[in-house]
């Protein structure tokens, strides 16, 4: 059974994404390696007993695969957070990080597995980068002992996690990022905002 990730978790998905893809500095030029290099964060962090990223990776053609990561890029090009073409936080995005570094500060054991895995996979080839993750040992879900990527049947679930329990982060930090991830609802806040303060102005001219 796959997992059914929700908003909340989501969101979070989308800000650490943006995280590596600030990280990797252009070194991430397609979807593919975009799957790999978080695959390795999400299994290091896996190992590690570690609950950030929502999402499931199974062995698929070339090496690991998670629907979620699809999600979550489309996410970010609909919602204008990064270039156009090019897998890196735009202005909006970089406003995001900022917006939320006290995040990243507070969970520096978390985010620095991924730039452990940024600095050590993305200057890689395509090439280079697949045989060093089929190469890597997992205890697949159903499975007793490790065995390559490379050696697993096509659709076996490698890892599948749900739930950010061991971020420091609030209810109040999850809805902020989930309004902020959305275009449409953060420029909704903020004509709300100039409505109000247009209000208030009115109201001081008047009286």
């Not at 999600?71 to 936080?89: F, H, Q, S, Y």
């Not at 600095?119 to 159903?142: N, Q, T």
Request: proline share 3%.
């Amino acid at each position: 059974m796959s997992v059914a990730v929700n908003e909340s978790e989501s969101a979070v998905n989308c800000l650490m994404t943006l995280y590596l893809l600030k990280r990797a500095n252009n070194r991430i030029d397609g979807i593919t390696k975009l799957q790999k290099i978080i695959f390795a964060a999400q299994e290091e962090m896996a190992r590690k007993g570690i609950y950030a990223v929502s999402g499931e990776f199974f062995r698929w053609d070339y090496g690991p695969m998670s629907r979620e990561v699809y999600r979550t890029n489309d996410i970010l090009v609909e919602n204008n957070l990064v270039k156009n073409g090019a897998l890196t936080p735009n202005a909006r995005g970089e406003a995001i990080l900022r917006e939320f570094k006290y995040i990243i500060d507070n969970n520096k054991d978390i985010f620095s597995i991924i730039d452990k895995c940024v600095d050590e996979f993305s200057p890689l080839s395509l090439s280079e980068l697949k045989e060093r993750i089929y190469s890597i040992m997992v205890v697949p879900l159903g499975f007793e002992h490790p065995i390559a990527i490379r050696d697993l049947p096509h659709g076996t679930t490698i890892l599948r996690n749900q739930g950010f329990s061991s971020l420091d982060i609030d209810s109040d930090d999850i809805e902020t990022i989930e309004i902020c991830i959305s275009e449409e609802m953060h420029q909704s806040v903020l004509n709300g905002i100039e409505d109000a303060k247009s209000g208030r102005m009115s109201n001081l001219q008047t009286a």
